[in-house]
């Protein structure tokens, strides 16, 4: 899930740049009031409101999948490996060498019970 949540994270965060980029800036009507070109593809107001609606929904969807990607980053430590493997049964009766005080050899092997 965190992959997939990722993934659309980061498609949306350049689709967010690539809008912002498209987009003119306040000054730039400017130049179209003293004998600039209309844009009259868009229609008579240009693509302000169709860009503005994708910016908007480009923003929503990033800021949740952010949101979305934080509270999942914090519950990762959760669980452990450990608990889905088995304890190994020490094996019984096997004698344990007891080391020398002086050095030598080991002494005679004390079973366990």
């Not at 179209?32 to 929904?57: D, H, M, R, Y």
């Not at 889905?84 to 050899?105: H, Q, T």
Request: hydrophobic share 50%.
């Amino acid at each position: 899930m965190t992959t997939l949540l990722t993934i659309v994270h980061l498609v949306v965060c350049l689709f967010l740049i690539v809008i912002v980029l498209l987009q003119h800036g306040k000054g730039a009507d400017m130049g179209a009031t003293f004998g600039g070109s209309s844009q009259t593809v868009f229609g008579t107001e240009g693509p302000v409101p169709l860009l503005n609606k994708i910016t908007t929904w480009a923003a929503v969807v990033f800021m949740l999948t952010s949101i979305s990607l934080a509270y999942m980053s914090t519950r990762v430590g959760d669980g452990s490996v450990m608990k889905e493997v088995a304890p190994v049964a020490a094996p019984k009766n096997v004698p344990i060498p007891l080391p020398a005080a002086d050095g030598a050899a080991p002494k005679t092997p004390v079973p366990v019970k």
